[in-house]
């Protein structure tokens, strides 16, 4: 097994993956952990492993409750009569490191201005990674552009910047890069490949809220950096979404094409426009909610970190299963989910659906990663569009198709599963009920494997 490193706050990744198979620490006894070997699994009649409940999410705080109902009654509602949205941007700009928030309607609105603001426009192409939530893909073709993927590091399931150069052609403008599960990209890579090219660069940030590269906030590595505050989000809103740049000119016009083109710090109508625009505006609720849960974050990412850490060091003691390895550079991960590989070839070829089903049943809650999305049908549905037939020529669409082939992905997506964050914020003995549940899955695969 490789080493793990920590920083001077034992809180860097861990950077080794767990050998495949490997019998050397097993049974899990050896390390401490009862043998199942004579249990029944849960999911063929046995007792289930965790018998109790997992923490909720969201958490409200009724502390929040005076200041939201006051605003409610002046009818105050809206980012132009009142002063929570500012108030909202200035905080996270500044629990972040950035110079300037703007806060937007969701991160699917935050993608679509910040790729605006870079000069993404009709006919060009942007470098994006495959593996991560579709609205990374959908902010591309709100543009007209066409969303060109870069591989996917079956290791660290991001972006693998040594596989971008080969994407590049004149039509490339940007590359997005996404954190997905709160994992940082390789961002020195991803920009020295943008530099050498002139490209611009949008981080896809919308799942890692306070993750580190190098000790610095995902988010702000780049030209602007895109966040979600969706519900399920460690940040959440219900909706709600943000934007993150240093530089005043981008920010300025960001604001403007968020708020119908109108000038930057002006609220009111023409004249005077100097872009188009979207209403793509946080409203006064959202941005108080955030300040509430503002609250919470940073106690919450810090008990994810811990158990998150614990369990890399106990499922890599299980043959087949595969903690996350950071990318290089990668400080600290925030875990939007606990991702790790199942190797299907180490449970006696068990199918991950009926490896989750058994694990489920267990009493533990658990979930495929994301599909082959590659692969789905909106992207025919684009292409076969008047305007992209209009935009890009059969040549091209044809060799979009041909490499489309992602043996990277195509691994991650078969063999990821997950945990959710919220299962992340348990007990030490929630935990260990994980691991044992995954154990006894395992020392009881022949049965399962039958059953
Ligand atoms: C990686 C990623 N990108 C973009 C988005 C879009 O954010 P929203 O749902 O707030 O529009 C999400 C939200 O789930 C996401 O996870």
């Known amino acids: 097994m490789k080493t793990r490193k920590f920083t001077r706050r034992e809180v860097i990744l861990t950077t080794s993956a767990g050998a495949i198979g490997t019998m050397i620490n097993w049974p899990l006894n050896s390390i401490g952990s009862p043998s199942f070997a004579k249990e029944k699994l849960a999911v063929l009649g046995g007792e289930k492993i965790h018998k109790g409940t997992w923490p909720d999410w969201p958490v409200w705080d009724p502390t929040a409750e005076k200041e939201?109902?006051?605003?409610?009654?002046?009818?105050?509602?809206?980012r132009g009569n009142g002063e929570?949205?500012?108030?909202?941007?200035?905080?996270y700009a500044e629990l972040m490191g950035a110079k300037r928030c703007l806060a937007t309607a969701s991160g699917t609105t935050a993608l679509i201005t910040a790729l605006d603001v870079m000069g993404v426009d009709a006919g060009d192409e942007v470098l994006v990674s495959p593996y991560t939530f579709i609205a990374t893909y959908n902010s591309v073709f709100f543009h007209k552009a066409l969303p060109v993927f870069v591989d996917t590091d079956p290791e660290t399931f991001l972006m693998d910047p040594s596989k971008i150069e080969a994407k590049i052609t004149d039509r490339t403008v940007a590359i997005l890069p996404?954190?997905?599960y709160g994992m940082p990209v390789d961002m020195d890579?991803?920009?020295?490949?943008?530099?050498?090219?002139?490209?611009?660069?949008?981080?896809?940030?919308?799942?890692?809220?306070?993750a580190e590269y190098r000790g610095k906030k995902t988010g702000t590595l780049a030209d602007l950096g895109c966040f979600s505050f969706q519900n399920s989000k460690h940040l959440p809103a219900g909706e709600g979404g943000a934007i993150l740049g240093n530089n005043e000119d981008l920010m300025d016009r960001a604001n403007s094409r968020h708020n119908c083109g109108r000038p930057f710090g002006n609220m009111k109508s023409g004249p005077g426009y100097l872009y188009r625009g979207g209403n793509f505006r946080m409203q006064q609720s959202q941005a108080l909610i955030l300040l509430s849960q503002m609250k919470r974050i940073i106690k919450d990412n810090d008990i994810r970190l811990e158990n998150a850490l614990y369990?890399?060091?106990k499922l890599k003691e299980i043959p087949g299963i595969i903690p996350v390895k950071a990318a290089n550079g990668a400080t600290r991960a925030v875990y939007h989910l606990y991702p790790f590989r199942y190797k299907k070839e180490v449970f006696n070829n068990i199918p991950k659906e009926k490896f989750m089903n058994a694990v489920s049943a267990e009493g533990i809650p658990i979930i495929g990663g994301y599909g082959k999305q590659n692969k789905?049908?909106?992207f025919e549905e684009a292409f076969n569009s008047k305007g992209y037939k209009r935009l890009f020529s059969e040549a091209r669409l044809k060799k979009w198709r041909d490499e489309n082939n992602l043996p990277g992905n195509d691994q991650v997506c078969d063999e990821v599963v997950a945990f959710y964050q919220s299962t992340l914020l348990g007990s030490r003995s929630d935990m260990d009920d994980i691991v044992n549940a995954i154990a006894k899955v395992y020392e009881n695969r022949n049965e399962l494997a039958k059953g």
């Open 68 to 78: 939201i109902v006051d605003m409610l009654r002046t009818g105050r509602w809206w």
């Open 84 to 91: 929570h949205v500012e108030v909202f941007e200035k905080k």
């Open 178 to 180: 996404v954190h997905i």
């Open 189 to 210: 890579g991803v920009n020295k490949v943008a530099k050498a090219h002139n490209l611009a660069v949008v981080e896809d940030a919308c799942q890692a809220w306070l």
């Open 311 to 313: 369990l890399d060091k």
């Open 376 to 378: 789905d049908l909106l």
